[in-house]
């Protein structure tokens, strides 16, 4: 089945600092992924998204690339800020017909100024 | 525009009473999800619905009742809760044919 891996938190940084939360997956055919962030006392919001192969998705400074060839969608941020501290989930979509999220299990991140 | 709300917000109620958690969406999207999210198991699919009418089980299902008889509410019943059932509930809901969910704030349910 699918299922996506996330590196364990909490991670903690001085403001900017480099982020770099790692995610990995495993799925049938070619997914779509995504990055959530869910900030305290929130729902999630998507943070950014690729849909195929060698993608970039990008938002508010935040990047991750879709790596077919390691099943990774790392997501990565030069420079930090306080208010960049949240919880992040990777997710996928598999395709399949009943466009259900695969979640990873979410990785705290707390700047620190 | 309102997009997805929860009520309540935050819930307590005991061991065996029957509770339901409400979920409200604007936008007329055909998708709606429920999930719990629990420390170290991060958002969980409890059950799904495509339209109005139509819904299926997610991965943690047992314990848990819904309907949809209105495209925009897809309630959540806890028909006899117990305390295994204390968790964080979010609503979710997207278009046909997209995958991106978008999140109503959750539901803090405590069940003592």
């Known amino acids: 089945g699918n299922s996506v891996t996330q590196m364990e938190g909490p991670v903690t940084l001085s403001e900017e600092a480099f982020l770099t939360i790692n995610c990995t997956y495993t799925?049938?055919?070619?997914?779509?992924l995504f990055w959530y962030v869910q900030y305290p006392g929130e729902g999630l919001q998507l943070l950014l998204k690729a849909t195929k192969a060698d993608d970039k998705g990008s938002n508010k400074g935040f990047e991750a690339t879709y790596r077919k060839e390691t099943t990774s969608f790392h997501l990565e941020k030069g420079s930090v800020q306080v208010s960049d501290s949240a919880v992040y989930f990777c997710?996928?979509?598999?395709?399949?017909?009943?466009?259900?999220?695969?979640f990873g299990k979410g990785t705290k991140l707390s700047v620190i100024p | 525009d309102a997009g997805i709300t929860q009520s309540p917000r935050y819930k307590i109620t005991e061991t065996g009473r029957q509770v339901t958690l409400m979920c409200h969406q604007t936008w007329s999207h055909s998708y709606m999800f429920w999930y719990r999210q629990d420390l170290g198991h991060g958002l969980r699919l409890i059950y799904y619905s495509a339209a109005a009418d139509i819904t299926d089980k997610g991965e943690v299902p047992d314990g848990y009742v819904v309907s949809r008889s209105k495209t925009e509410n897809f309630p959540l019943t806890l028909e006899s809760a117990t305390r295994s059932q204390t968790s964080v509930y979010f609503c979710?809901?997207?278009?046909?044919?997209?995958?991106?969910?978008?999140f109503g704030p959750g539901t803090r349910l405590t069940v003592l």
């Open positions: 997710a996928l979509y598999s395709g399949a017909g009943s466009y259900q999220l695969t």
């Open positions: 979710a809901s997207s278009l046909s044919r997209e995958p991106e969910q978008f």
């Open positions: 799925a049938t055919g070619y997914p779509s």
